[in-house]
């Protein structure tokens, strides 16, 4: 029987110490509903496995015809349907289906998280432990304590707690959203509707305008084509007067061209003339 300081082991450690697969399993679910230790995941085991052998053994009797075992498997279904773990009208094959974390999802600390009531799961434990939650009138500091059906509704902060004020800064930021009065929030409200009537009043008279200034763009297109068109008209006598220019030019340089045959024509003279002066010399010689 044991002393009753000490307690017996309620819980069962797993076959194996070391298996990867498990481990990281478990450390998802301890970050997930911000479990202390993995020992609370192991005690929400072994009340799931309580659950299936139970089921089992059921199901191998209600063969046989029994009236007790029926009578059994009815207060099993219901005890979960109570607990909320199964809803009604459910059967010993889904007793068999159920997971570690349809038991985890029911304990005090993921749904005083749930309800809004702390920010974090590791919050919801501190809040438990430190007995400002309660279930109806009663304190709970138990984060692991499973929370019935009739039991879900009444989780609140303790009417002695200080987070009972709207203004704590330890409540969920989710409870400043609620505070603002309304006055403030149906001001803009009706700006907001006001305006777009005045843009969609705005809109036919910008269009009326744009309607009217396109004529205007397009009178002012016709005389531009006019325009360049002289333009160009005009640019190509300018290009005709300048090629008789050019010929001009190039006649006279021609006729500049016979100067410098006149200069070889002297330089020839000047040759010829000592030559006669020789040959006249030559002639009053023989004389």
Request: net charge negative.
């Amino acid at each position: 029987m044991g002393k009753p300081k000490f307690s017996r082991k309620k819980y069962e450690t797993p076959s194996h110490p070391w298996q990867e697969d498990r481990i990281k399993e478990e450390n998802e679910l301890v970050k997930k509903y911000g479990l202390k230790n993995k020992r609370e995941i192991w005690k929400a085991q072994t009340r799931l496995k309580k659950y299936r052998s139970q089921a089992r053994e059921l199901l191998a009797k209600i063969d046989t015809g029994e009236s007790q075992s029926k009578k059994e498997s009815d207060q099993l279904l219901m005890h979960l349907n109570r607990l909320n773990i199964l809803p009604l009208k459910s059967t010993l094959d889904d007793v068999l289906a159920l997971d570690t974390e349809s038991i985890l999802s029911r304990r005090l600390q993921t749904l005083t998280y749930l309800k809004g009531l702390a920010s974090t799961p590791t919050q919801a434990r501190q809040l438990i432990s430190h007995g400002h939650i309660s279930i109806g009138e009663k304190r709970t500091t138990v984060p692991g304590y499973i929370v019935t059906k009739d039991e879900e509704g009444e989780i609140s902060y303790m009417p002695d707690s200080p987070l009972n004020d709207t203004m704590h800064p330890a409540r969920p930021k989710s409870d400043y959203k609620s505070v603002p009065p309304v006055k403030k929030e149906e001001k803009p409200k009706e700006e907001v509707k006001e305006k777009p009537a005045e843009k969609q009043d705005e809109k036919p008279e910008k269009q009326d305008e744009t309607k009217k200034e396109e004529p205007k763009d397009e009178e002012k297109l016709e005389p531009e084509t006019e325009k360049s068109t002289e333009e160009k008209t005009e640019d190509k006598p300018d290009e005709v007067t300048k090629e008789p220019e050019e010929k001009k030019e190039a006649e006279p340089t021609e006729e500049k061209s016979p100067e410098p045959k006149k200069i070889e024509e002297k330089l020839e003279e000047k040759k010829e003339e000592p030559e006669k002066e020789k040959f006249e010399e030559k002639k009053e010689e023989g004389k």
